[in-house]
């Protein structure tokens, strides 16, 4: 049975890492794989950008459907 873990280390001034990792496997020889990827700084979500001033209507003049229809023809 393989497990997937996804945990959160700390590296200590020397620069040793130290897992202590509660399993459900039975005793015996296990083989690791460890993927070390540095933490990201926690940092706030910027602001969505406002689009609200770009947001306007069309006008159309004719026959949407037609018009659409002529377009794709052309391809």
Known sequence: MM???????????????RLDVPTALPPGE???V?????????????PQYDF???????QWQGD??????TLRDEW
Not at 3 to 17: K, R, S
Not at 64 to 69: F, G, L, N, P, Y
């Open 34 to 46: 460890l993927v070390i990827n540095p933490a990201a700084p926690q940092t706030a979500p910027s």
């Open 3 to 17: 497990q997937t873990l996804t945990l959160i280390g700390q590296i200590d001034t020397n620069g040793h890492l």
């Open 52 to 58: 609200s001033n770009l947001v306007g209507k069309l």
């Open 30 to 32: 296990v083989e690791l």
């Open 64 to 69: 949407a459907i037609a018009t659409q229809r």
